[in-house]
């Protein structure tokens, strides 16, 4: 709601059902009920069917990487509000997920990322441009990165990793404390 506000995103009223929540379309507000619910079903499932011999292992120098990435994009750009906040909230979730995150389920989460990716390509694509005569989402090149994966701004990505990473976070502590209470 807030970056709506500021400008730095909108949406298309050509294909908005005219009904809101705030100033967010309901389909927006839907996204956030519908997308981490489906990324968490992708996490248990992936958990449930692949053996954790061929998750991935190396989930610290990954967090590393990440976090160089992460910096090197808050240091680049402190001055553009997308870019700068989802990635101050990453690297947030990333220190302190060692008090809620297994190695193994961090692991999961990083395989849960890689598949959640192939939807996020297509739908987001769309959603940004791709296949429509117009975009649904626009966004303020002002206030991101101003790289585009086809239609998708780049910042979008570090965005669908913090949503995936906050979802995980809580639902795993939230399973471990309903365990607990058991």
Known sequence: MI?????????NERYLSGFYVGNLPLGECLFFLTVPYACTFIYEVLRYFVAEKYVLKQTSLINFLVLLLLIFVIITNYDKTYPFTTSIFAIGFLAIHSFFITKEKLGYFYLAFAVSIIPFLLVNGVLTGSGIEEQIVWYNDNENLGIRLGTIPLDDFIYC???LFMNISFYEFFKQKFNAIK
């Open 161 to 163: 990793y913090l949503l």
């Open 3 to 11: 970056f709506t506000s500021w400008g730095i995103w909108g949406f």
